[in-house]
């Protein structure tokens, strides 16, 4: 079962916010998210933020709504460019610099993988010695 969550409209630039989804692509949900409390980078807390968002989702989606973060693998992560607002600073002797704000969409998807089943080793029964038919 699959589930995403989508934040739209981040200002924050992509190039730094790749840097930190870069980062929990194909982990654990509850590896990634111990990642992403201890990373010093701003875009963490937000990208934290859908991953929670995309665990609730599955576990919206679930009957039992319960869902352990240890079954959970982070599928797709990826940050997408969004509009860049264009502002203008002054510049000596009557010019202008141009001034990109940019902004992002961080969409992660996650899905629930079943947990590996313990496979018990099979005991051979024991063989009577001396005994003849």
């Not at 989508?6 to 980062?23: A, F, G, N, T």
């Amino acid at each position: 079962m699959e589930a995403y969550a989508i934040k739209r409209y981040l200002r924050m630039s992509p190039r730094k916010v790749r840097l930190v989804v870069d980062l929990i692509r194909g982990k654990k949900a509850s590896e990634a998210l111990a990642i992403l409390k201890f990373c010093p980078k701003a875009g963490s807390i937000e990208v934290e933020r859908v991953l929670r968002s995309a665990l609730s989702n599955l576990q919206n989606l679930k009957e039992r709504g319960t869902v352990d973060p240890e079954n959970v693998i982070v599928k797709r992560a990826f940050v997408d460019q969004s509009v860049t607002l264009k502002r203008i600073l002054p510049a000596p002797m009557g010019r202008a610099y141009r001034l990109r704000k940019r902004s992002c969409h961080i969409s992660i998807s996650v899905e629930e993988i079943q947990p590996k089943n313990i496979v018990k080793p099979k005991v051979k029964k024991e063989e009577k010695v001396g005994t003849e038919n």
